[in-house]
């Protein structure tokens, strides 16, 4: 039998931001919801990859002994995975955000496919493509749809920040049933 670990929140007074500001959503909102998807995907990609790095540093001992801007987005991202910081199931979308990332800062002209999003809804968890179906994402045109895939994205990395800052902070209790 396999044991069971449970992970409640503490008792707090008041929950920390993981990066220790609040977050610009209005800007994010801003980003997403551009008609352009050039603006869509730069910009969404490089505040996605801001929380990355905003992840990685605050669980490294040494910080300052790593530059995270030396290195790519995918090292980035399986460093993130490496720590146990993201779950695995992360990397394929990520990857594929930053191949869109790529084909639109080497070529101004190109477009979002229904494939793009359709692969990245692919890679997308259930509750992720759930929350997307709450607001009838497959209804908006591809550059809707991919500014609703990108706020998920970067609201999960947030989710994912506050739960280890929680956990550093010792706001969070793990019971090990076995």
């Known amino acids: 039998m396999q044991p069971v670990i449970t992970v409640k929140q503490a008792a707090s007074p008041q929950a920390a931001s993981p990066t220790g500001a609040t977050p610009d959503r209005d800007d994010l909102l801003h980003v ?18 801001s929380e990355l790095i905003t992840l990685i540093e605050a669980d490294l001992q040494r910080p300052e002994a790593l530059d995270l801007n030396d290195l790519n ?16 199931h992360y990397r394929p979308i ?18 979002v496919t229904q494939q793009d999003i359709d692969v990245m809804w692919g890679h997308l968890d259930e ?39 929680d956990r550093r902070a010792g706001r969070l209790l793990v019971e090990d049933s076995a």
Do not use: C, W
């Open 32 to 49: 997403v919801n551009q008609d352009d998807p050039l603006q869509v995907i730069i910009r969404g990609h490089l505040k996605v990859e």
């Open 94 to 111: 990520m990857r594929r955000l930053n191949l869109l990332r790529n084909r639109f800062a080497h070529n101004l002209d190109s477009e």
């Open 73 to 88: 987005f995918p090292v980035k991202v399986d460093l993130a995975i490496a720590m146990n910081l993201i779950p695995k």
């Open 127 to 165: 509750h992720s493509r759930e929350v997307l179906r709450e607001v009838d994402i497959k209804q908006k045109a591809t550059v809707g749809q991919l500014g609703g895939i990108l706020l998920v994205i970067y609201f999960g990395m947030q989710r994912f920040a506050q739960f280890h800052a």
